[in-house]
């Protein structure tokens, strides 16, 4: 790549460099969390640059402990005490002045997290309060905002139908007379019965089966299609993610590493950790022993190394990554990477399995057919 070319790209992690940043809904810039702990400062997420556009499903991965669901939590400035976010989280409403999240009122805090971003936990059963009904969630919510609870329970019981659930037989229930599959799905409609621009998803499918994964994706996407969402889908399990998102943010060690298009990332991944990622990842179509492990560990947030943070697990690390922390440079189309040595990464880190060579993206995704 050219000096010339190299300065094109984008300076600030994970943001996208292309004109499409005017249909940004959320701009997050510099976050940052942080807990001060005995043996010192945790660094749980680390100067975080990102975009979400509109109208799209964004899915982060990562391995357990990468900054995933904090990010998620700063993103609603919902990060809990003692935790300290710092930077600014932007929200771009269709209509109406920009909105720097971190300085609402919790009130005001408060409206935004149900009316414009709203956000859906894993293990939807922590989510509800086992004293109440079904239906005393929702109204709760409606009154809770001022809205109009009889045209409210009429939008709670259209989307529980685009759920596939029975609405009346859902609201006279009790959280613990529901499946896990059920619970989870009528927690998406109370997270949606306020009408939101953004749903934020947190694991959602992680203790469910892969049947009800599948399914709840599918639904999903007619959510997405029917009330014109923007999704931002947080997991660890990466075909279950390439099955639904446009974009792929891949981050490890509290920071995002690469970013691109879903088929770009899947094809053709260019840092050294995402193409081990999906070297990790089960495939039904490839002999057990080529699947390969993730050799190291990932760095302690209080002792998280200098330079690339990735390079003590790094085949191609040399002097260069130990002393400096690489910026993201273009890969491809839309396409970012934050590593110094991500030509050689093909190379470096080649994809196992002979339909993974040819089509990562069909083999991974052929898991879940």
Same mark, same amino acid.
């Given at each position: 790549?050219?000096?010339?070319?190299?300065?094109?790209?984008?300076?600030?992690?994970?943001?996208?460099?292309?004109?499409?940043?005017?249909?940004?809904?959320?701009?997050?810039?510099?976050?940052?969390?942080?807990?001060?702990?005995?043996?010192?400062?945790?660094?749980?997420?680390?100067?975080?640059?990102?975009?979400?556009?509109?109208?799209?499903?964004?899915?982060?991965?990562?391995?357990?402990?990468?900054?995933?669901?904090?990010?998620?939590?700063?993103?609603?400035?919902?990060?809990?005490?003692?935790?300290?976010?710092?930077?600014?989280?932007?929200?771009?409403?269709?209509?109406?002045?920009?909105?720097?999240?971190?300085?609402?009122?919790?009130?005001?805090?408060?409206?935004?997290?149900?009316?414009?971003?709203?956000?859906?936990?894993?293990?939807?059963?922590?989510?509800?309060?086992?004293?109440?009904?079904?239906?005393?969630?929702?109204?709760?919510?409606?009154?809770?905002?001022?809205?109009?609870?009889?045209?409210?329970?009429?939008?709670?019981?259209?989307?529980?139908?685009?759920?596939?659930?029975?609405?009346?037989?859902?609201?006279?229930?009790?959280?613990?007379?529901?499946?896990?599959?059920?619970? !989870?799905?009528?927690?998406?409609?109370?997270?949606?019965? *306020?009408?939101?621009?953004?749903? /934020?998803? #947190? =694991? &959602?499918?992680?203790?469910?089966?892969?049947?009800?994964?599948?399914?709840?994706?599918?639904?999903?996407?007619?959510?997405?299609?029917?009330?014109?969402?923007?999704?931002?889908?947080?997991?660890?399990?990466?075909?279950?993610?390439?099955?639904?998102?446009?974009?792929?943010?891949?981050?490890?060690?509290?920071?995002?590493?690469?970013?691109?298009?879903?088929?770009?990332?899947?094809?053709?991944?260019?840092?050294?950790?995402?193409?081990?990622?999906?070297?990790?990842?089960?495939?039904?179509?490839?002999?057990?022993?080529?699947?390969?492990?993730?050799?190291?560990?990932?760095?302690?947030?209080?002792?998280?190394? !200098?330079?690339?943070?990735?390079?003590?697990?790094?085949? *191609?690390?040399?002097?260069?990554? /130990?002393? #400096? =922390? &690489?910026?993201?440079?273009?890969?491809?189309?839309?396409?970012?990477?934050?590593?110094?040595?991500?030509?050689?990464?093909?190379?470096?880190?080649?994809?196992?399995?002979?339909?993974?060579?040819?089509?990562?993206?069909?083999?991974?995704?052929?898991?879940?057919?």
């Amino acid at each position: 790549m050219t000096e010339q070319e190299t300065q094109s790209t984008r300076t600030t992690h994970g943001t996208d460099s292309t004109d499409s940043t005017s249909d940004r809904i959320i701009e997050i810039r510099d976050a940052r969390v942080s807990f001060e702990m005995e043996r010192g400062v945790s660094r749980v997420l680390d100067d975080v640059d990102l975009d979400v556009q509109r109208g799209e499903i964004l899915g982060v991965v990562g391995e357990s402990g990468s900054g995933k669901s904090m990010l998620a939590s700063a993103m609603l400035d919902a990060v809990v005490d003692p935790g300290v976010l710092s930077g600014d989280i932007t929200y771009y409403p269709d209509d109406g002045d920009p909105v720097g999240v971190l300085g609402l009122s919790d009130r005001q805090l408060k409206r935004l997290r149900w009316e414009q971003i709203s956000m859906v936990f894993q293990g939807a059963m922590s989510s509800f309060n086992p004293t109440m009904g079904v239906r005393e969630h929702f109204v709760e919510t409606l009154e809770a905002h001022d809205d109009d609870v009889e045209a409210g329970m009429e939008r709670a019981r259209e989307l529980l139908s685009d759920l596939y659930l029975e609405p009346e037989r859902i609201l006279d229930s009790y959280p613990h007379e529901l499946s896990g599959g059920m619970q !989870q799905r009528a927690l998406i409609a109370l997270s949606l019965v *306020l009408e939101p621009d953004v749903l /934020v998803m #947190d =694991e &959602p499918t992680a203790a469910l089966d892969l049947l009800m994964q599948r399914s709840i994706l599918s639904l999903l996407e007619n959510l997405r299609e029917k009330y014109d969402l923007t999704m931002v889908f947080i997991t660890h399990d990466l075909p279950l993610v390439a099955e639904l998102a446009d974009r792929i943010a891949v981050m490890y060690a509290f920071e995002l590493i690469e970013m691109g298009p879903t088929d770009e990332i899947l094809r053709h991944a260019a840092h050294p950790y995402t193409r081990a990622l999906l070297n990790a990842t089960p495939n039904l179509d490839a002999p057990l022993e080529e699947m390969q492990s993730i050799e190291g560990a990932a760095p302690d947030p209080v002792d998280v190394p !200098q330079g690339c943070t990735y390079g003590p697990r790094c085949p *191609l690390a040399d002097e260069t990554c /130990v002393a #400096d =922390e &690489p910026a993201f440079t273009r890969a491809g189309p839309d396409h970012d990477v934050a590593c110094f040595h991500w030509e050689d990464a093909a190379e470096a880190v080649p994809f196992t399995g002979e339909r993974l060579d040819e089509d990562p993206g069909a083999s991974i995704t052929e898991e879940r057919r």
